[in-house]
């Protein structure tokens, strides 16, 4: 496989941002020699104006009005990396009452290991009420407290948001909840792009052997990066335990993945993208992973700010 289509694998798939147009110098001078290219960012763009990567994630979650919703926490500025592995963030969390935020706590559970500013969590709660309740990890206190305001204004009864380590707290929290554990998402985790800090990567074996233990016969784990190298090293945590987890297109013949594996439909919807999926079915995991699109070492580079309207989410 060369380099360059390795990396399409987590290529964002069609934006949907009406009114609105990414302008950066680099692209408006590729545009004119390959705007096929470009087809699926800007086609239903306007040139009425220039946005940052906040403003489009806005308009990606626009219909839950978060952007008005500012009150007490205000504007959040935070470190976009933290050590979870320092003293402070080692500390476990009292297990909360879950009949205090969800109405009802026996419905499936999904589990968010780091939430972001929980805008996708916020997204799927809203969307489907009913089904099931959702709960986010995150270890940057601010942006629970801004998330956990914006479900109180939302009054939502499906979904809360705690400051925790997963690394240290995911397995008694998940045991502690008397429904089913139904759903795990990991979404563009923090790479520790050093070698002597990938200790630091929430996916550890540690991690994929509580998720197993606890995911019900039927659960999903949805697993996205931005970043090749964690994406396949996350992806080579879960074939450790082969035992355990299979490859989704090696057990179901009507999944839409390519030779290797790869999912080239995002199951998510439009709301997230670049997924690596893990999916249960009866004992065992079968995994499926995204390929959006293909391009080349050189398309990838300049597709790169348009790739950060979708991870930018995890860090608003």
């Given at each position: 496989m060369k380099s360059g289509t390795a990396l399409c694998h987590f290529a964002p798939r069609g934006f949907s941002l009406p009114s609105a147009t990414l302008i950066n110098p680099t692209i408006l001078r590729y545009l004119h020699k390959k705007p096929s290219f470009f087809i699926f960012s800007i086609?239903?763009?306007?040139?009425?104006?220039?946005?940052?990567?906040?403003?489009?994630?806005?308009?990606?979650?626009?219909?839950?009005?978060?952007?008005?919703?500012?009150?007490?926490?205000?504007?959040?500025?935070i470190r976009q990396h933290v050590n979870p592995l320092s003293s402070f963030f080692r500390k476990s969390v009292?297990?909360?009452?879950?009949?205090?935020?969800?109405?009802?706590p026996t419905l499936p559970l999904m589990v968010d290991i780091g939430s972001g500013s929980g805008r996708f969590l916020i997204w799927l709660a809203k969307r489907f009420p009913n089904a099931k309740n959702h709960l986010g990890l995150e270890i940057r206190n601010k942006l629970v407290q801004r998330a956990q305001f914006w479900v109180k204004e939302l009054a939502l009864k499906n979904i809360y948001f705690m400051f925790a380590n997963a690394a240290v707290s995911f397995d008694q929290l998940v045991?502690?909840?008397?429904?089913?554990?139904?759903?795990?998402?990991?979404?563009?985790?923090?790479?520790?792009?050093?070698?002597r800090h990938h200790k630091r990567r929430i996916v550890q074996k540690e991690l994929v052997d509580s998720i197993s233990k606890h995911l019900s016969p039927g659960g999903h784990v949805f697993l996205q990066s931005d970043v090749l190298e964690v994406a396949l090293d996350m992806r080579q945590q879960f074939d450790a335990l082969s035992d355990t987890f299979d490859h989704m297109d090696a057990i179901a013949s009507d999944s839409n993945c390519d030779e290797q594996g790869w999912l080239l439909d995002n199951p998510m919807g439009e709301q997230s993208s670049q997924i690596l999926c893990i999916e249960i079915s009866r004992l065992k995991l079968r995994v499926c992973l995204v390929a959006l699109f293909l391009i080349t070492a050189m398309d990838f580079r300049l597709l790169w700010s348009s790739l950060k309207i979708v991870v930018a989410d995890h860090a608003i």
């Open positions: 086609r239903n763009l306007s040139h009425s104006g220039v946005l940052r990567s906040p403003d489009l994630v806005e308009l990606e979650y626009g219909d839950l009005n978060l952007k008005s919703m500012v009150g007490e926490v205000g504007h959040v500025r009292k297990i909360p009452s879950w009949n205090e935020f969800f109405e009802d045991a502690a909840y008397p429904g089913p554990l139904m759903c795990v998402s990991i979404l563009c985790p923090d790479p520790h792009f050093k070698k």
